[in-house]
């Protein structure tokens, strides 16, 4: 049977792995090839890295520390973050990430999906999508509006019709990464989660909010969602992945045991 | 050495890399000669079956492939690297492929909504047969798996191991002696996916 996945999220600033509420105070918590050897050797399914301040300041990807991760495991990672072309895509590719993430690059420039797909093939192109919920069900029939540049920009595109249409466009995986739950470790939304999920026809995985493995189980269970990013809950120690697996495990939702 | 065959069919740093992991010297070449004179070959690849068949015939290595098969070198197809060996992919109405194994490339159609298309992910394979690939990995060990299509042989003969997705179970493994493709990405696959490459690396 085809397992859920755990995929731990490092968020990169300046070669570190840092963690901040709705992008705001970031802390601290090591090493980028550290973490993601000690996830690997937990037994995490695959792992995203954003680098988070690589648009903002307007330059390229740290290609190196791609090329770092990609000695240190051997299990799939994607990367996003700072990907402004084709060439940019090639390059990470080559440093040896299996999945390119792009979000705001995306909404500004659709035709970005289509051509990373038919030069790499879909499976390597996810799209990362930050909704938020919003009132104007008129304007916004899903009831969440898609946000851009760490949830700074409204882009008054409708959540759901962006989902379908970046399928339409060639994406072979979705990130939903709820604005409202990121970073609070309250669970994941789930009926956002649940919405997507249902109504496209490649894998969905469940973003923001992730603080016990309960949360895990009811984004699995209840949202239909393949896979779920985590951070903060295991970057502080307080959970491990084997906790989470079994936990998992124990209330039926299949996980990889060995590893 | 170990050619792992470069036909622009996606990347191969991953499979690189995994060779570099177990200190096994591999070389990322097109070149007929290197992989015609080659102690092994590994046919990796991604992507779309017409595409791919395109590029292997501009660079002259369909009948290289099979000579390297035909004449008996230990050779790894590896997800589009082992569709490709199968007569005929059902990709854009019909790809005529290799032909080195009898039967077709089929298409995930689940009967569940739910269940995604590509496949990704990683899901267990049920060892049909003793194989040295599988010496040292427990029955029903989990591999990564991300494609649309699986093969389809006509002869159970060719089938060395199975997975069960969106209402099918399809072989994951197939091959025969030393001629051997995955459906899945050992090189992807953590601790278990690098012990089948050493596996492979065994095979006489």
Sequence with gaps: ?259 | MIAIVDYKAGNLTSVRLAFQALNIDAEVTSLPEKILSAERVVFPGVGAAGAAMNRLNELGLTEVLKEVVNKGTPFLGICLGAQILLEQSKEDNGIACLGLIPGTVELFRPPDPLDKVPQMGWNSVAQCKPHPLFDGIEDESEFYFVHSYYPAPSDNEWVLGRTSYAGVSFSSVIGRNNFVATQFHPEKSGRVGLKMLENFCKLK
Excluded at chain 1, 36 to 50: H, M, N, P, Q
Excluded at chain 1, 116 to 145: H, K, N, W
Excluded at chain 1, 230 to 251: F, S, V
């Design chain 1, 1 to 259: 049977m085809l397992t859920k996945r755990i995929i731990p999220c490092l968020d990169i600033r300046d070669k570190r792995v840092t963690k901040g509420v709705k992008f705001q105070n970031n802390i601290d918590l090591g090493d980028p090839i550290e973490l993601a050897s000690k996830y690997y050797e937990d037994g995490c399914d695959e792992l995203v890295f954003y680098d988070i301040t690589a648009s903002a300041e307007q330059r390229q990807i740290d290609i190196d520390m791609v090329a770092e991760v990609a000695k240190a495991i051997r299990i799939p990672f994607a990367v996003g973050g700072g990907i402004a072309s084709v060439d940019d895509m090639s390059r990470v590719l080559l440093a040896g990430a299996e999945k390119i993430s792009v979000n705001s690059l995306a909404v500004k420039q659709p035709d970005i999906i289509s051509e990373g797909a038919r030069a790499f093939g879909s499976q390597c192109i996810v799209l990362g999508m930050d909704p938020v919920a919003v009132d104007d069900t008129e304007r916004f029939p899903s009831g969440y509006e898609i946000t851009t540049r760490g949830f700074r920009e409204r882009t008054g595109i409708d959540a759901l019709e962006w989902a379908k249409r970046a399928v339409d466009l060639g994406v072979g995986e979705i990130v939903v990464n709820s604005v409202d739950a990121d970073g609070t470790r309250q669970g994941f939304e789930i009926n956002l989660t649940r919405m997507i999920a249902e109504n496209v026809s490649v894998p969905v995985v469940a973003s923001g909010g992730a603080g016990c493995a309960d949360h895990l189980v009811k984004v699995f269970k209840e949202a239909y969602a393949d896979a779920a990013i985590i951070a903060g809950m295991i970057h502080t120690g307080e959970y491990t992945i084997p906790d989470i697996k079994r936990d998992l495990d124990l209330a039926g939702v299949p996980v990889r045991k060995q590893w």
